[in-house]
T-cell receptor, first 113, second 115 residues
Framework: NAGVTQTPKFQVLKTGQSMTLQCAQD?????MSWYRQDPGMGLRLIHY???????DQGEVPNGYNVSRSTTEDFPLRLLSAAPSQTSVYFC????????????FGPGTRLTVL | AQTVTQSQPEMSVQEAETVTLSCTYD???????LFWYKQPPSRQMILVIR??????QNATENRFSVNFQKAAKSFSLKISDSQLGDAAMYFC????????????FGKGTHLIIQP
């Protein structure tokens, strides 16, 4: 049971480049989400999904796209990277809402030059 | 929208002592859940303890306990017998009871353990 996996662990992009951060979970969780963590800001919700084919915006969605074609995978796309998107990105999954623990991946450190 | 405030950017405690980390939140909802997460230098997010708002009894997990004051919208974390491995960032987080979205986090408290 690998839990939540994220690739890559580190990435450097130039302004304007595109890329996809991968996230996968093997716990059959319906709920998945993406957060970004900036220094002194805590974690902020970017997008979330309540099941395959269903996604919605979180607190800071601008500049990011998501899709959820399977229960296991929830990729995050940056279409045209900007320096303001330099951050650490976390993917998380959980059973349906409530007191259930959100399980976090190890994070991806992204630098946009 | 809900907000979570952690007013202590950094706290320091002697090994084996007790420390309390503060958290307040603002919400108009009556059904919600509160969490404390630990983030060591490895940056992995680890759940420490959780509290259901409808439960009056404070949650306890070994050396970790909370003081949940619903009327005051306060949710502090007490760490007893502090250990060097407790050194980390600690985040307080809120989740709506009926909502399908994610967690709202505070900005975190950096806990230093002095040997």
């Amino acid at each position: 049971n690998a839990g939540v996996t994220q690739t890559p662990k580190f990435q450097v992009l130039k302004t304007g480049q595109s890329m996809t951060l991968q996230c996968a979970q093997d716990m059959n969780h319906e709920y998945m989400s993406w957060y970004r963590q900036d220094p002194g800001m805590g974690l902020r919700l970017i997008h979330y999904s309540v099941g395959a084919g269903i996604t919605d915006q979180g607190e800071v969605p601008n500049g990011y796209n998501v899709s959820r074609s399977t229960t296991e995978d929830f990729p995050l796309r940056l279409l045209s990277a900007a320096p303001s998107q330099t951050s650490v990105y976390f993917c998380a999954s959980s059973p349906p809402p409530g007191p259930n623990e959100q399980f976090f991946g190890p994070g991806t450190r992204l630098t946009v030059l | 929208a809900q907000t979570v405030t952690q007013s202590q950017p950094e706290m320091s405690v002697q090994e084996a002592e007790t420390v309390t980390l503060s958290c307040t939140y603002d919400t108009s909802e009556s059904d919600y859940y509160l969490f404390w997460y630990k983030q060591p230098p490895s940056r992995q997010m680890i759940l420490v303890i959780r509290q259901e708002a409808y439960k009056q009894q404070n949650a306890t997990e070994n050396r970790f306990s909370v003081n949940f004051q619903k009327a005051a919208k306060s949710f502090s974390l007490k760490i007893s017998d502090s250990q060097l491995g407790d050194a980390a960032m600690y985040f307080c987080a809120y989740r709506s009871g009926g909502g399908a979205d994610g967690l709202t986090f505070g900005k975190g408290t950096h806990l230093i353990i002095q040997p």
